[in-house]
């Protein structure tokens, strides 16, 4: 008995940690005063100016955008690799290309972000591309560093997978491409979508990369933010957030009732 | 032989975007931390040079530059405590939720695994910015010690050490339950009974079955914490104070402040070699020794 009291107070606590700053952060969004921290009473001015600044909103388009296009194209690459790594005996230099598929894992965002920066200069001074940054090269560095993300979701999966399905399919007349898409593809699928949906959250949740490699016209929805809170706060950043919040949590209670009955 | 022209295709699309996306770009950063710095745009000289005759024109003194003034040693220094404290606050307040979510019945498991990922797919920069409400000097932490009577007056706690490394645990604690909880979960928890059987008290049974076992785990988490802290920009700028600089803000301000490429290009490549370059191989030995052993 006493340790399932231990047990319950550690998770308790440990939600109430994770949880807390979330709880207060969506309560201020709720004060009609523009000052955040004092009370004045509650209201939904800020939700009414969130969707009315223009600013946001057009940041907000543009995260979305270049998300879902980075997230695409990086599950495609992604895929590949955990597919070679996993099913290709053959790679050429394989320790390079475990090298190349797997720091951007663990090298700090700050030193990528550096690189990818000054690679676009020394490009464009060489041939004459991309004569300005923008939208074109925060796509280009998010699916550089996302690719990692997918291609380690996919490998785990492709070497818990059952490789006799794939041989006895062989075996039964198909060929190496139809196994691919009419097998392998099909089986890995959940965690193709997981890949896509993480590298997705990485690429929206970018500040770092997308700071050194914004121009002109591409301030993503982080950057907006970033300029608002950096030295102050700001209410309808809090307006932001507890939307974000709710969404989230609607997806996380559908993922798990999706998750359920998928086991039953 | 189709067979081989796919197999080639897939290898080879992922590898020509990295190495034209990633590995070059990382190749530029150490030519340039190796260039002779100058004013102009940009700032540094070509590493060849053809006018008379061909010159190779590189030079150590960007790392020389760096290495030799404790501003920058320093704040590289000050990263690697802050990772280190962060990192040890992370595991002690993850073990043992991770612990207790493995240890729970399926059902229960399920819903406490959702509640911990649901903040950490939330906005990173919106959870930091939670912490700057909280510890305002009018914020509900000061509110809440001045009505218990602990302070006669609000504490300045904002804008130091102790709130950039309150932020750091906050968002970064997700990461280090997640791959804990990866391992503890194909745990036998026939162990722990079996080690209680064998006349094992509570302490004896975590430091003697429980801890050694969970070593893979603790190892992943507290890389996928150590790593990124060190590198941190976001949260030191918007909870830390002037008390102490770190390694990411140092390289920021060396190339938008300062505009010494060299130099920023010599403390990111310096950063990569000394933090990143370990784990990297490492892994790649880790990699082909396992493959090999499967084989």
């Known amino acids: 008995m006493k340790s399932s009291l231990i047990k319950s107070t550690v998770i308790f606590l440990g939600l109430f940690f994770l949880y807390f700053p979330i709880l207060v952060l969506i309560f201020y969004s709720f004060n009609e005063n523009k000052r955040v921290m004092v009370w004045k009473g509650f209201s939904l001015r800020w939700y009414n100016e969130l969707f009315n600044n223009e600013q946001i909103i057009e940041a907000f388009i543009i995260s979305i955008k270049i998300a879902a296009l980075s997230a695409t194209f990086a599950t495609i690459l992604g895929v590949m690799i955990g597919y070679s790594l996993v099913r290709i005996r053959k790679i050429p230099f394989k320790s390079f290309y475990i090298f190349l598929s797997s720091t951007p894992l663990v090298l700090p965002e700050l030193i990528l972000g550096l690189s990818m920066l000054l690679f676009f200069i020394s490009l464009n001074n060489v041939i004459g591309f991309p004569s300005s940054r923008g939208q074109l090269t925060i796509f280009i560095s998010h699916v550089t560093f996302c690719i990692a993300f997918v291609a380690i979701i996919i490998q785990a999966r492709l070497t818990d997978f059952n490789k006799n399905i794939e041989e006895a399919a062989m075996d039964l007349g198909y060929n190496y491409t139809k196994v691919l898409y009419k097998i392998t593809l099909p089986i890995i699928l959940p965690s193709i979508i997981a890949g896509w949906l993480l590298a997705f959250t990485i690429s929206l949740d970018d500040l770092v990369v997308a700071s050194f490699t914004t121009g002109p016209g591409a301030n993503t929805l982080p950057i907006v933010v970033f300029s608002k809170v950096r030295l102050g706060l700001s209410p309808e950043v809090n307006a932001l957030s507890a939307i974000l919040m709710f969404a989230l949590i609607i997806i996380g209670l559908f993922y798990f009732y999706y998750n359920k009955k998928f086991k039953h | ?295």
């Open chain 2, 1 to 295: 032989m189709k067979n081989k022209l796919f197999e080639k295709y897939f290898v080879f699309s992922p590898y020509f975007w990295l190495v034209l996306f990633f590995f070059i770009p990382l190749a530029i950063i150490f030519k340039i931390s190796i260039s002779v710095s100058e004013w102009g745009m940009p700032p540094y000289q070509d590493i060849f040079l053809f006018d008379n005759g061909f010159k190779i024109n590189t030079t150590f003194e960007n790392y020389v530059y760096i290495f030799s003034d404790y501003y920058y040693i320093g704040s590289f220094v000050n990263s690697l405590i802050l990772a280190l404290i962060s990192t040890f606050f992370c595991l002690l307040i993850g073990f043992p939720l991770a612990f207790y979510i493995a240890t729970s019945n399926i059902r229960l498991r399920n819903i406490l695994l959702v509640l911990v990922v649901i903040p950490f797919w939330s906005s990173f920069l919106l959870r930091v910015y939670a912490w700057k409400i909280i510890l305002q000097n009018n914020g509900i932490l000061n509110v809440i010690l001045l009505n218990l009577g602990i302070t006669s007056e609000p504490l300045q706690l904002l804008y130091n050490q102790y709130a950039v490394i309150m932020g750091i645990v906050y968002t970064y604690l997700p990461l280090m339950i997640l791959p804990l909880y990866g391992y503890l979960n194909k745990f036998d928890l026939n162990l722990i009974e079996a080690s209680k059987d064998l006349g094992l008290n509570r302490t004896k049974t975590f430091f003697k079955v429980i801890l050694p076992l969970s070593v893979p785990g603790i190892v992943a988490g507290s890389l996928l914490v150590f790593i990124p802290v060190v590198g941190e920009f976001i949260i030191p700028e918007m909870l830390g104070g002037s008390d102490r600089l770190y390694y990411g803000k140092i390289l920021w301000e060396e190339f938008f402040v300062n505009r010494n490429w060299p130099g920023a290009s010599a403390l990111a490549f310096s950063g990569i070699i000394i933090l990143v370059l370990p784990i990297v191989i490492f892994q790649i030995l880790y990699s082909r020794w396992s493959q090999k052993n499967e084989i």
